[in-house]
């Protein structure tokens, strides 16, 4: 069974930065896309930002500009650097992982808390 295991979330006043982190228990050429979701009270879930396994990345309009997704070159880890944050991109943040074959896996889920 695949595992994703996320680190970082926590409490930060508006403007201010985070950078969430992905491990998961899964050979690296078996990674299609890795990204991170977030849902937040009330929402439903929605892509933040995805990295492919060729480098390509796309992002959610909200925090284009503001937030960095990133991979470790030959490892199953992907980072969010979140800058500039806004009281808006206070939710749960979940790790998503697509693999080959296709299969979905998420992380337990992170809480971003920003303060106004």
């Known amino acids: 069974q695949v595992q994703l295991v996320e680190s970082g979330g926590g409490l930060v006043q508006a403007g201010g930065s985070l950078t969430l982190s992905c491990a998961a228990s899964i050979n690296v050429l078996r990674i299609n896309t890795m990204g991170w979701y977030r849902q937040a009270p009330g929402n439903q879930r929605e892509l933040v930002a995805r990295i492919t396994r060729t480098g390509s990345t796309n992002y959610a309009r909200s925090v284009e500009g503001r937030f960095t997704i990133s991979r470790v070159t030959g490892k199953s880890t992907v980072y969010l650097q979140m800058n500039s944050l806004k009281p808006e991109d206070t939710a749960v943040y979940y790790c998503?992982?697509?693999?080959?074959?296709?299969?979905?896996?998420w992380g337990q889920g992170t809480q971003v808390t920003v303060s106004s």
């Open positions: 998503n992982l697509n693999s080959i074959p296709n299969v979905e896996y």
